[in-house]
């Protein structure tokens, strides 16, 4: 099995001027490739890192935001527990059929 190559072999040009060729077009190749990973990739992966960053300061921002929230609310519900906050029933119920 013949060894795989990044390039052409030799006997394909043979001619110094094709071979120039060959070599200048490898090097735009290699450098739109490099480009297109610096100017496409990279930018890309930047904004998916960044939106996810954000998402995690906003849940956190979220999380921190409703303390105050939690702490009226378990404030309340305690109040609301013990038996002299309750509010005395003054009218009480009939039960049908006494």
Do not use: C, K, W, Y
């Not at 077009?25 to 739109?32: E, F, I, K, R, S």
């Not at 490099?34 to 300061?57: E, Y």
């Amino acid at each position: 099995m013949e060894q795989l190559r990044l390039g052409l072999p030799p006997r394909d040009a043979a001619n110094p001027l094709t071979r120039l060729l060959f070599g200048l077009l490898a090097l735009v190749v290699g450098l739109g490739i490099f480009a297109v990973g610096l100017f496409v990739v990279l930018p890309v992966a930047g904004i998916i890192v960044s939106a996810a960053v954000g998402g995690a300061i906003l849940a956190l921002a979220g999380v921190v935001m409703m303390v105050p929230f939690l702490l009226v609310t378990a404030t309340v519900l305690i109040f609301f527990s013990r038996s002299s906050a309750r509010r005395q029933a003054g009218v009480r119920t009939h039960s049908v059929g006494r």
